[in-house]
């Protein structure tokens, strides 16, 4: 453990640089993690973190960032929040783990009623809680091919579902998260997607696109699940056109197919509304929730329609680990925060300023192609000026530069052209504002 006279001190909302980046000491960890750590497990910025307070992280050379990733959309809430360090540290204090599916505890209960009260829909719900989003995901295939006796799963282009065998198959993108691993897990079919900039396809023309693949790739007859993230997330935060969704869900139900939102990225008061569904007027059969849920504890569920949830049989779901009751504990915390904090409408707050703030340079910049997202889940895809073919290194440019003035962003994007914003939502409107000045003199600095 390395402790600095820095992460001792309380932590102020604003970007410090004080050595290059990586600095000294970030550089000699870097080297000590050579020889221990495999580079399959990569690093976008290798910084080492020795604190984190609201909107700001602190590496161990001092060095204050201000975090538009989130550990990838995960501290919604921001760093550190009071409560769930709180809750952690009670529930840390009574016990750290039994295994709910030999002594079983009230955390897990709880967080089960808040997701069926929260998530869109009145009717009965239930929910299984796991350890990552890919665990969720495996789950909810599971589940449908118990449920519809059926085998093949339906997934959509530019889709990221995770890194295990099942969801490897289920990503867009072979490389990296597939190349080399062997032999995928079968009977996905793929098929294109609702993707307004790039298409210009209504919801309905776009829906029947997708519908026909799924119907001549593999027929509804052998189709046990459609898997879509509401607003995909590392595909580039794609919102569909309206109607897209409601459609895709329709032809499921006519034809015996469960229609699971993967909501791991964009759920959790992210999007503005406890889960992007509900803000695109969406009740999915199932959906799979994690990153978020847990203010950073490691923690996901699939939850979802009681008759779908209740076909699997008793022992058929479940692991060591799953709703770890420290987990549950700061799940709890999170949504109490939520609602004491109105943090969906802070959610809002920090969609107005940060589209605001990328509209204005979007005018001074053509290469800014479109600004889109919900809530604190905003991209922009960058393009060749007077085209809408991918300019990846500008992308690199900025989050580059951004890197070096105290900002952490993240690419996404098949084409790697996006850059897509995951503050917390609670990041402040100066934060935001600062930011954009930064990513001025970056896009300044690019197109020179
Ligand atoms: C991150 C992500 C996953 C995988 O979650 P892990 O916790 O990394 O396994 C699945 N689906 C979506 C939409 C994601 O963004």
């Not at 589940?143 to 990503?171: E, F, P, Q, S, W």
């Not at 034809?255 to 007027?281: K, P, W």
């Not at 940060?354 to 960058?382: D, F, H, N, S, W």
Request: net charge negative.
């Amino acid at each position: 453990m390395t402790t600095t006279a820095q992460s001792q001190a309380p932590i102020t909302q604003e970007r410090l640089i004080r050595t290059a980046i990586p600095g000294p000491q970030s550089q000699a960890m870097h080297a000590r993690r050579a020889e221990v750590i495999p580079p399959g497990v990569g690093a976008a910025l290798p910084v080492y973190i020795a604190a984190a307070h609201e909107s700001i992280v602190v590496d161990i050379d001092g060095n204050q960032f201000i975090d538009f990733a989130s550990g990838i959309g995960v501290t919604t809430i921001g760093h550190t929040d009071d409560a769930v360090v709180a809750a952690v540290a009670e529930q840390a204090a009574l016990f750290t783990h039994t295994c709910f599916t030999v002594t079983p505890y009230e955390g897990y209960v709880r967080v089960a009623e808040l997701l069926a009260q929260h998530t869109p829909g009145t009717h009965a719900k239930r929910t299984m809680l796991c350890n990552s989003g890919a665990e969720a995901v495996e789950n909810a295939v599971k589940i449908a091919r118990k449920y519809t006796g059926k085998n093949a799963i339906g997934v959509l282009d530019h889709a990221y579902h995770g890194r295990t065998n099942m969801t490897m198959a289920m990503n867009f993108k072979n490389s990296p998260y597939a190349t080399g691993f062997g032999s995928l897990g079968t009977s996905v079919f793929r098929a294109p997607n609702s993707y307004p900039y790039q298409d210009g396809l209504s919801g309905e023309e776009a829906a029947e696109r997708t519908i026909w693949y799924f119907e001549k790739q593999v027929g509804a007859a052998d189709l046990a699940a459609i898997f879509a993230e509401p607003i995909q997330g590392e595909g580039g935060f794609m919102v569909p056109a309206d109607g897209y969704l409601t459609l895709l869900q329709e032809w499921c139900h006519k034809n015996n197919v469960v229609f699971v939102a993967d909501e791991v990225q964009s759920g959790m008061a992210r999007s503005g509304t406890y889960f992007a569904s509900e803000g695109l007027g969406l009740v999915p059969d199932l959906m799979t929730v994690a990153k978020g849920i847990a203010g950073g504890m490691p923690l996901a569920g699939v939850v979802g329609r009681a008759d779908i949830m209740d076909a699997a049989h008793p022992g058929g779901l479940g692991g060591t680990f799953g709703g770890n009751p420290v987990s549950c504990a700061a799940s709890v915390a999170v949504f109490d925060q939520i609602e004491r904090l109105n943090l969906l409408g802070e959610a809002k707050r920090v969609e107005n300023t940060l589209t605001a703030g990328l509209t204005a340079l979007q005018k001074k910049y053509p290469l800014i192609g479109e600004v889109r997202g919900r809530g604190a889940m905003i991209a922009i895809e960058l393009v060749i000026p007077g085209t809408k073919k991918p300019d990846a290194a500008a992308v690199k440019h900025v989050v580059d530069h951004g890197f070096q003035n105290g900002l952490l962003l993240l690419n996404a994007g098949t084409n790697y052209n996006v850059l897509r914003f995951l503050p917390n939502v609670r990041m402040t409107d100066e934060l935001i504002n600062d930011a954009m000045s930064v990513l001025d003199d970056a896009f300044a600095s690019y197109t020179k």
